[in-house]
C-alpha cells in the first residue's frame, strides 16, 4: 500500500469516528463492524458484498465471509498485519467469529462497535485475546480459505 493509499484509508476512518451504532447500518445515521469494514474496503478498491442481515449476526456473517469475502482475501499472521487488513474477532460463549475490525498500523485498529465507531489499540483488552485470524484484502484473488460456513467457523474457533 502506497503513502498515498494509506492517508486515503486514515482519512476516511476519521470520517467515521463516532458515527452511531446500527445493526446492519452502512451510513452516518448508524453503522455496524460490516459497514466499517465494508467501507474501507471500497476506498481500497475492493466491493465486498454486503450481508443479508438478521438477528443472528454470526451465522450471517459466517455464511457472507465463506461464500464472497474470501474471494478478495488471503489470510496473513498477526506480524504481517498492514494498513487495511481485516480483523476477525471471536465474541460470545461459543468462540465464532462475530466481529470485524480494520488496521491501521501502528496496533491501531477501527470498529463500529455499540459504543459507535472507534479507534483501539489491537493488544489491549479484550481485542489480543480475541483476534481468531487476519485478512489482507487483494481485488481479484481467488478462494484460498473457507470453501463455506462451516469451514469458516471452524477457523474461527482456533486458540492461536
Known amino acids: ?3 498515498e493509499e494509506r492517508d486515503a484509508l486514515d482519512e476516511e476512518a476519521l470520517k467515521m469516528l463516532g458515527w452511531p451504532f446500527a445493526d446492519g447500518g452502512r451510513g452516518p445515521e448508524g453503522i455496524d463492524c460490516f459497514g466499517v ?3 474501507l474496503a471500497r476506498a ?3 466491493e465486498l458484498p454486503d450481508l443479508e442481515y438478521d438477528d443472528a449476526f454470526g451465522q450471517a456473517a459466517g455464511a457472507a465471509l465463506a461464500e464472497n469475502w474470501w474471494r478478495h482475501a488471503i489470510e496473513i499472521a498477526r506480524e504481517d498485519l498492514d494498513h487495511g487488513d481485516i480483523l476477525f474477532f471471536k465474541m460470545g460463549a461459543a468462540g465464532a467469529v462475530g466481529h470485524l475490525g480494520v488496521y491501521l498500523g501502528r496496533g491501531r485498529f477501527v470498529h463500529g462497535s455499540r459504543a459507535g465507531v472507534r479507534i483501539e489499540r489491537l493488544d489491549g483488552q479484550p481485542w ?7 485478512a489482507r484484502l ?4 481467488e478462494p484460498r480459505m473457507a470453501a463455506n460456513a462451516y469451514e469458516c467457523g471452524a477457523r474461527a474457533g482456533r486458540d492461536d
Do not use: E
Open 138 to 141: 487483494r481485488p481479484g484473488t
Open 1 to 3: 500500500m502506497t503513502i
Open 44 to 46: 481500497q478498491g475492493v
Open 128 to 134: 489480543r485475546r480475541r483476534l481468531a485470524f487476519c
Open 37 to 39: 469494514a465494508q467501507r
